[in-house]
């Protein structure tokens, strides 16, 4: 396995973890990171001792100071940089990605290629951070509302968008005048090490405080410092609901704000009048894509009982076409899933189909011999399943699709929005009646409600996020950097009087 990737983009076999910016830290415990492409030692950092977390919240605190005095347009010019410099090391940056992640390389480059677009929506964007004026009803005053920056933002993210999900969030807030705090998954720690370097060199390029952008790596642990910490008026965390649930009371117990993007559990509804060529593209590259582990993965079909039977047949003739293999070999579809312990939790998925009385269309499992040796590669599978069932219910993070049948639109809509998730939602419809029924407000309940296109992915430009126990965040396009700035409403009175609220006199 050719890894010159590493050294291009400045990683040692062992990195340090923590970085004001500047300055790197390699004071804690050692964190190992494994390829779950062949289960090789990729490399390894040091986790963040308390000690060295302090110091980058001191840089962060005094970065805070100075960049937010620098004019919004002056900061998307640092963030402009930055995307050059990104469109420079997209391919090394990309084959980490795939090699740390498991996503295939073409996936690893459109991560990157997100980043890159996600740095030029905030140079424009950060010429257009308006505010509101209004009419006030006091003679000779003005009023409006401003937008000012809240401070550090904390980002927690997941391992399976080691990279895009930090700048999604870190772009947008540095040209609001933010400063971040980034904890990358503790199973994708290089990731994290590489984008901070090559920030590096645009802090020195431009002779920046040190803290704008800083880094910390570890467990949840670090993650607990962050949501309990006063200094951080924001946190931006991505990943399972159940750790979104943590993260969103301790921050709450502290008045400080969240970002929730949290855990999907994404269906299609197919309906008659469907395209089928265009199902079974969004099908299975929902269901397969990134092994099933994007927060968009499509986890359910509701199919129409008058195709059911057309769908189920053609969906097993393609899924029996799936190439299972090396990520970074482009000929194939399905990489491994990112460890053993995520095999587990297919694995016993699976278990509680047959317990819970579903029946296996395409059988699962896991592969070994040669090629194999990480232990992280399943088949992707699809069971026959009814929406009530437990596991249907429940957000499993491998390639597995369950079909469901329905008489009525409305029947369609009520499994669809029948979960506790709320992420992304599809209909596959060639009848305007429907789509437009599946749009409005008795259709999705979803962040993401698409027609004729699957549910996995997003484009940068719209607010990114979901309902429910997705969380409830906004992130990427659209108004989403109000999400990093705080509002403040002005008045301003050039009158010789001072005209007081409800008719009150108050002569002196
Ligand atoms: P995870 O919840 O195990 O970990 C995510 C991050 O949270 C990690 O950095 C982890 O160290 C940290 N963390 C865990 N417990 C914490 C705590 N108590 N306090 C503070 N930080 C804590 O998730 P994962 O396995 O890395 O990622 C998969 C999950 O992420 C899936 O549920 C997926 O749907 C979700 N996800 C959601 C989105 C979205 O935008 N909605 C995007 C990507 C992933």
Known sequence: MNTDFL????????????????????????????????????????????????????????????????????????????????????????????????????????????????????????????????????????????WHPLGIVGIISAFNFPVAVWSWNSMIALVCGDVCVWKPSEKAPLCGVACQLLFQRILKANNLPEGIITLVNGDYRIGEWMTNDTRVPLISATGSTRMGKIVGQTVAGRMGRTLLELGGNNAIIITPSADINIVLTGALFGAVGTAGQRCTSTRRLIIHESIYEEVKEKLARAYGQLRIGNPLDQHNHVGPLIDTGAVKAYLHAISEIGREGGSMLVEGGVLDGPGFESGCYVKPCVAEARPEMAIVQHETFAPILYLLKYKDLDEAIAIQNGVPQGLSSAIMTNDMREAEKFLSVAGSDCGIANVNIGTSGAEIGGAFGGEKETGGGRESGSDSWKAYMRRQTNTINYSKTVPLAQGIQFDL
């Open 7 to 146: 050294q291009q983009l400045g990683l040692a076999p062992h990195n340090p973890g923590t970085f004001t910016g500047m300055e790197s830290f390699s004071g804690g415990e050692k964190l190992e990171s494994y390829s779950p492409v062949n289960g090789a030692l990729i490399g390894s950092v040091t986790q963040t001792t308390r000690e060295e977390y302090e110091q980058v919240i001191r840089a962060s605190e005094a970065a805070f100071k100075v960049w937010r005095e620098v004019p919004a347009p002056k900061r998307g010019e640092i963030v402009r940089q930055y995307g050059d410099l990104l469109r420079e090391y997209k391919d090394p940056l990309g084959r980490l990605v795939s090699y740390e992640m498991g996503k295939s390389l073409q996936e690893g480059w459109g991560e990157v290629q997100e980043m890159i677009d996600i740095c030029d929506f905030a140079v424009g964007q950060s010429r257009q951070l308006y505010g509101l004026s209004m009419h006030s009803e006091r003679p000779h005053h003005r009023m409006y509302e401003q």
